[in-house]
C-alpha cells in the first residue's frame, strides 16, 4: 500500500519520509540537488536512528531529470518492508525484518553493524509486497 508520495524534480531538493504503519521503522527519500537517497531508520534508537542508506541515482546521470516524477513510498502489510518506487519503477527496499536493503546501484557498501548483506538489487524483493 502506497504510504506516502509526491511530485518532484531530480535535482530538486526534495524529502519524502514515512512511518510503517505497525512499528518503529521509518524511511526517508531525499533528493539533495546532487544526489538521491534512501534511508534507512529506526526511530525508536537513541541517538543516530539510521540504520543504512541506500544510493538511487546521481543527479548528473538522469537523463530525464527535466521532467516531473513521481517518487512512492510502499509499505508491507507486516509493516517490515518499504519499497521506493520512481515513476512506478522500484529502485531500493529496506527489509527491516531481514535487516537487509536493495538498490540498484548496489552502493554504497552497507553498515556492517546493521546487515551481513550488500545492497544488491533483485526482483525477488518484489514479491514481499
Known amino acids: 500500500m502506497i504510504y506516502a508520495e509526491t ?3 531530480v ?4 524529502v519524502l519520509e514515512s512511518g510503517s504503519p505497525r512499528n518503529s521503522f521509518m524511511v526517508v527519500f531525499e533528493d539533495d540537488g546532487d544526489t538521491g537517497y534512501l ?16 544510493h538511487i541515482y546521481n543527479v548528473t546521470n538522469v537523463t530525464d531529470k527535466h521532467l516531473p516524477s513521481e517518487v512512492q513510498i510502499v509499505w508491507s502489510g507486516d509493516g517490515n518492508k518499504a519499497l521506493l518506487l520512481i515513476n512506478d519503477y522500484p529502485h531500493a ?3 527491516f525484518e531481514a535487516k537487509r536493503g536493495y538498490c540498484r546501484t548496489n552502493f554504497p557498501p552497507p553498515d556492517k553493524n546493521w546487515t551481513q548483506y550488500s545492497h544488491e538489487w533483485s526482483d525477488d524483493v518484489l514479491s514481499l509486497f
Open 93 to 95: 527496499a529496506f527489509d
Open 11 to 14: 535535482g530538486t531538493e526534495t
Open 7 to 9: 511530485k518532484f524534480t
Open 39 to 54: 534511508y534507512g531508520l529506526d526511530i525508536s534508537r537513541e541517538g543516530n536512528p539510521i540504520l543504512d542508506a541506500l
